[in-house]
């Protein structure tokens, strides 16, 4: 199809004649359709599709001598079976390799994926480490002056370390518990 364009300066490549312009247009509307859709067709069936199939002489119009290529060998002049589309053994092969192609690119594109999700979780992993020992120096560091400060106001050193405190029996003590609980004393 791309022999049936003409370059002309300013406009770019345009079609040679009217009936390569519609056929370019119908395989253009059909290839925006089947995306909008979600349908997947060969492209060879696309333009199958956008030419109407083979003509009454059983030909592919655009195609020319390939279209043995792409859409299989002819069957007879006017027949039925000349308007069905059948892929030839090279359009077969090539939708099976473009198949194969999708699905290395799927399982690699998985693998990416994967390695990048758990090369990202190590990094953060690494990152959360590097976060929280920060966050406990400084949490000790606080703390540390904390007891500094509260050691400066309150702590005298001089009567904390000499003054022993005084050991009382439990006893002598008549609300502590002692041998004197429940009774009363009387003197």
């Known amino acids: 199809m791309k022999t ?37 067709k060969s492209p060879n069936k696309l333009y199958w599709e956008s030419v109407g199939g083979r ?16 859409y299989g060998n002819r069957t007879g002049r006017g027949s039925r079976s000349s308007q069905q ?10 939708e099976q390799m473009d198949h194969r192609v999708e699905a290395l690119r799927s399982e690699i594109r998985n693998e990416l994926q994967s390695e990048i999700q758990s090369e990202l979780r190590s990094e953060m992993e690494v990152e959360m480490q590097a976060q929280i020992q920060a966050e406990v120096a400084q949490m000790e560091r606080r703390a540390e002056e904390r007891w500094n400060d509260f050691m400066r106001r309150f702590g005298n050193s001089d009567t904390c370390s000499t003054i022993q405190p005084q050991r009382r029996d439990p006893r002598d003590d008549p609300g502590s518990g002692g041998a004197s609980q429940g009774n009363p004393a009387f003197f």
Do not use: C, D, W
């Open 55 to 70: 003509n009454k002489k059983s030909r592919v119009r655009g195609v020319g001598q390939s279209a043995e290529l792409y």
């Open 4 to 40: 049936h364009f003409k370059e002309i300066p300013g406009k770019g490549k345009v079609p040679a004649n009217v009936k390569v312009k519609n056929i370019a247009e119908n395989y253009k509307k059909n290839v925006e359709e089947a995306t909008t859709q979600g349908i997947k």
């Open 85 to 94: 589309y059948t892929p030839s053994v090279v359009s077969q092969m090539q």
